[in-house]
């Protein structure tokens, strides 16, 4: 073969494979989600002070995640191009493929925690003593911001009703508000991670009910930590309210 035909098969190949990433990322709901936990916990890892093999074991398991989605993802299509019709083997392939991606996600779950409970042991004391310290009107302020915010994209938008549907998700908005709660109060690491499980759980169950989308339980999530934040912000005035 050629040299020029070879470089040229290389580029070729390399084009592909970025397509086949590009494809993942714009039209696999569950990709964008794990390229945003990606980034955050990147950005997260900047100020933790890891070590070479810290960083390692935590580049590892997002890339296995990442990569665990990608071949579910092609397992998908092929079977898709096989057969649209239900076949009890074609079922079991993709569910298969589906628990791998879950085995792959659990097992960064569990490196993260590993690698982020002391830092986030230490850091936690200074931070929430920082909020409950800071203004309160800085508090209420941004609550008040989210509203407006919350308010104009609804008139903008139309999406769902007082009770059900639209932006931002009411009942991931409270879950993480008690989260929130729970852990200013608890002042544990262990329970906090577990009160915050629970409202990723219940945050997950209003997009899996197609009820609301993954940016309206974002935007709940963000407000029902915000309304939380301010209410302990009042405690410190009214303590016997809150205790």
Same mark, same amino acid.
Do not use: D, N
């Given at each position: 073969m050629k040299p020029g035909k070879t470089r040229q098969? !290389?580029?070729?190949a390399f084009n592909a494979a970025i397509e086949g990433i590009l494809y993942t990322f714009k039209f696999e709901r569950n990709m964008k989600i794990h390229y945003v936990m990606a980034a955050v916990i990147l950005i997260a890892s900047l100020f933790s002070g890891f070590d070479k093999i810290e960083m390692l074991l935590l580049i590892f398991s997002i890339s296995l995640v990442i990569i665990s989605e990608m071949f579910n993802t092609a397992i998908e299509k092929t079977i898709d191009m096989i057969t649209d019709?239900?076949?009890?083997?074609?079922?079991?392939?993709?569910d298969v493929a589906a628990g791998g991606v879950l085995i792959a996600a659990l097992n960064a779950v569990v490196v993260g925690y !590993?690698?982020?409970y002391d830092k986030l042991t230490n850091v936690s004391n200074s931070l929430f003593n920082m909020i409950r310290s800071s203004q309160l009107h800085v508090t209420l302020i941004c609550i008040a911001l989210v509203l407006i915010a919350v308010v104009v994209v609804k008139a903008l938008t139309s999406t769902g009703t007082p009770l059900k549907g639209g932006m931002p998700s009411g009942h991931a908005a409270l879950a993480f508000a008690f989260a929130t709660i729970i852990t200013f109060l608890i002042n544990n690491t262990v329970v906090s991670t577990l009160a915050y499980l629970m409202a990723l759980l219940v945050a997950?169950?209003?997009i899996e009910g197609k009820i609301h989308t993954f940016w309206e339980t974002v935007a709940g999530a963000l407000l029902g930590v915000l309304v939380a934040i301010s209410v302990l912000q009042i405690g410190q005035f009214f303590p016997m309210r809150i205790h």
């Open positions: 098969g !290389i580029t070729k019709e239900y076949h009890v083997l074609a079922k079991i392939a993709k !590993i690698l982020f997950q169950s209003r």
